[in-house]
């Protein structure tokens, strides 16, 4: 179920990005892959029905293009942030972002400009919020 919700996200993804290659299936990314430029949303949520991970960054695993955008919404009146990490077994804040959203509908945007893996985590959340945005080269 949540596998078909991502295929039809990447599908609607791809129709905003310009025309897809007639018949060719989205082998490039499979969990997101936009154009450059484009923004993909991820959303903060304590409704995961997970007693051990009562909250999540839903997709935990996105990937981008160079230069794509990432917003991330929260969805509840929970006090989250979006923290940037060098690794996620070792939550610290590394400086490059980190927002804090602590109020339903808040939002916070980030543009990644160059390829690579960029582990994030909640500070309040930290032992069970975390995820990951891969940029790949556009
Ligand atoms: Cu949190």
Do not use: K
């Amino acid at each position: 179920m949540r596998r078909a919700l991502l295929y039809l996200v990447v599908l609607l993804l791809a129709g905003c990005g310009g025309p897809a290659p007639v018949g060719a299936p989205p082998t490039r990314a499979p969990t997101g892959s936009p154009a450059a430029g484009g923004t993909v949303e991820v959303r903060l949520s304590c409704a995961t029905g997970d007693p051990d991970a009562p909250c999540a960054f839903r997709p935990a695993e996105i990937a981008i293009r160079v230069g794509g955008t990432v917003r991330w919404v929260n969805d509840d009146a929970t006090f989250h942030t979006v923290t940037s990490s060098d690794r996620l077994d070792v939550r610290r804040p590394n400086g490059r972002f980190d927002a804090v959203l602590d109020a339903a509908g808040e939002t916070f945007e980030h543009t990644f400009s160059e390829p690579g893996a960029y582990p994030y985590y909640c500070q309040p959340h930290a032992e069970f919020m975390a995820a990951t945005v891969r940029v790949v080269p556009g």
